[in-house]
Nanobody
Framework: QVQLVESGGGLVQPGGSLRLSCAVSGTIFSVYDMGWYRQAPGNRRELVAHIDTTDVTNYTESVKGRFTISRDNAKNMVYLQMNSPKPQDTAVYYC????????????WGQGTQVTVSS
């Protein structure tokens, strides 16, 4: 049973920065792709950042150049560095294992709220 625990969210000002963390347990972490997702009220949950097993990354267009996903296989951790966040980035952020056909594999964790506001 894969467990995902997100942390690091909070209130951040536009132009500031924030780093989200995801602790993964219950699986052989290093052999799976990982992703960060977000869901704002009224919106569908969307994949915003993806990192594969060789550290190749991919981002949705709206966050390119501002967000960076990384992983530490020795610690079973995934991170999302958020630089210059915008109010439109306000959402609950979730991590998950990316499985076959790019589908989220595990049950969702509690997520961490990110609010971007002055």
């Amino acid at each position: 049973q894969v467990q995902l625990v997100e942390s690091g969210g909070g209130l951040v000002q536009p132009g500031g920065s924030l780093r989200l963390s995801c602790a993964v347990s219950g699986t052989i972490f290093s052999v799976y792709d990982m992703g960060w997702y977000r869901q704002a009220p009224g919106n569908r949950r969307e994949l915003v950042a993806h990192i594969d097993t060789t550290d190749v990354t991919n981002y949705t267009e709206s966050v390119k150049g501002r967000f960076t996903i990384s992983r530490d296989n020795a610690k079973n951790m995934v991170y999302l560095q958020m630089n210059s966040p915008k109010p439109q980035d306000t959402a609950v952020y979730y991590c998950n294992v990316i499985g076959t056909h790019s589908r989220p594999f595990a049950s969702w964790g509690q997520g961490t709220q990110v609010t971007v506001s002055s």
